[in-house]
Structures are given as structure tokens and as C-alpha cells.
């Protein structure tokens, strides 16, 4: 199996701020890799595929970008409702594996 | 309305067999893959397997293999879950979700059943 690490687990930040998260793969991946977005009680929300694909209706505030065994997914300006818990996966290898989670919250 | 509604949520006993549902619309079911997440309370999401229903081909992740059952009645354009024998271990929150053309993620997700297992 392909395992994927985030860093960090958690992150507190400021409204406003920039947040980059980063997703380490184990092993070398195309760019079958999205990021999710969780709040709590909520199904995950697809952010980017293709590691770089902002998925329609998804401020322009979040990017991907990435190959090989790093990818990250950056908030150029965090906004209130941006305090989550974010998820990578990669759909290249079966299985598709998540990331450990990363929660973002309120500093 | 392009969605996935999920069955509501379950209680069950360990043992017992459980069947979830994922019913879709919206979308030419037979031609997406389904696939099935799990996440455990508070923890993190599992990829379990998913299913193309226009000719029900599965893929097991090796975790859940010989675990759990992935089905689909493309009639109903509905995707199945389902245990034999549940454990305790098994409570946890279940997502289907509908893959983007081309496998790049899962662009489309049902609202979760949570499923409980306790004696």
C-alpha cells in the first residue's frame, strides 16, 4: 500500500494567514491525488483533483500542486469557515489511501 | 438533483448481518465508480473499495477484503454495503462517494450512515 503522511497533524492559524499543508507519498504517484475538506458531523468535500484541479465552486483562496512523492495544498488567506480538518489521497494505487488528517484551527 | 442519499442510521448487536444503502440521481449510475469510506470515531477516512455498476466490477481494499460485501442494483442505481457477521469493531461512520471521469477523486459524496455495533 501506498502511505501517505501530512504535516502537520494540527495547525493553528489567524484568519487571513496563508497555510500550506504537505502530503508525502511512500512511493512515487502520478497525479491521480485529491484534497478533501471535513467539518465535523459532515462528509468530506472534494477541494482539488489531479493534484492541481480546483474542483468547481471551490474559492480560488485554495491551490494544489505537486508530483512525484510531495504535494501540497495552500490557503491563500484563511477564512472563518476554512477551520477544518483537511485530507490528501491518492487514486493511483489501489488501495486509494488518505492521509492521516490535518486539523486546522482558530489560533 | 445530481446526489447520493445513504440508509438511515443502525444498531445492531455483534453477529448480526447489516446491508446499507447508497441510492443515487441525478447521473448515469452505471457509469461511475462508487466507492465506500469508512471513518471510525474520531478518526481519520479508510478507503474500503468501490464498485463500476455497469458490470459490477469490485476492487477490495486488502484491509477489507473477506469483511464486507460491495454490491450494486443498477435498477434502483443503488449501491449496497453490507456485513455478515458484525464486531464491535465495525461502529464507525459509513460515506459512498461517486468518483470524477478519469478516477482523480471523489467529487460527490453521500451524507454518511452510522453504523453502531454494541451488545
Known amino acids: 500500500d501506498i502511505q501517505l503522511t501530512q504535516s502537520p497533524s494540527f495547525l493553528s492559524a489567524s484568519v487571513g494567514d496563508r497555510v500550506t499543508i504537505t502530503c508525502r507519498a511512500s512511493?512515487?504517484?502520478?497525479?491521480?491525488f485529491a484534497w478533501y475538506q471535513q467539518k465535523p458531523g459532515k462528509a468530506p468535500k472534494l477541494l482539488i483533483y489531479a493534484a492541481a484541479t480546483l474542483q468547481s465552486g471551490v474559492p480560488s483562496r485554495f491551490s494544489g500542486s505537486g508530483s512525484g512523492t510531495e504535494f501540497t495544498l495552500t490557503i491563500s488567506s484563511l477564512q472563518p469557515e476554512d477551520f477544518a480538518t483537511y485530507y490528501c489521497?491518492?487514486?493511483?494505487?489501489?488501495?486509494?489511501?488518505f492521509g492521516q488528517g490535518t486539523k486546522l484551527e482558530i489560533k | 438533483e445530481v446526489q447520493l442519499v445513504q440508509s438511515g442510521a443502525e444498531v445492531k448487536k455483534p453477529g448480526e448481518s447489516l446491508k446499507i444503502s447508497c441510492q443515487s440521481s441525478?447521473?448515469?449510475?452505471?457509469?461511475?465508480?462508487i466507492a465506500w469510506v469508512r471513518q471510525m470515531p474520531g478518526k481519520g477516512l479508510e478507503w474500503m473499495g468501490m464498485i463500476f455498476p455497469d458490470d459490477s466490477d469490485v476492487i477490495y481494499s486488502p484491509s477489507f477484503q473477506g469483511q464486507v460485501t460491495i454490491s450494486a442494483d443498477k435498477s434502483i442505481t443503488t449501491a449496497h454495503l453490507q456485513w455478515s457477521s458484525l464486531k464491535a469493531s465495525d461502529t464507525a461512520m459509513y460515506f459512498c462517494?461517486?468518483?470524477?471521469?478519469?478516477?482523480?477523486?471523489?467529487?460527490?459524496w453521500g451524507q454518511g450512515t452510522l453504523v453502531t455495533v454494541s451488545s
Open positions: 462517494a461517486r468518483h470524477t471521469f478519469g478516477d482523480y477523486g471523489l467529487e460527490l
Open positions: 441525478g447521473f448515469n449510475f452505471g457509469n461511475y465508480w
Open positions: 512511493q512515487v504517484i502520478s497525479n491521480y
Open positions: 489521497q491518492q487514486l493511483n494505487n489501489y488501495p486509494h489511501t
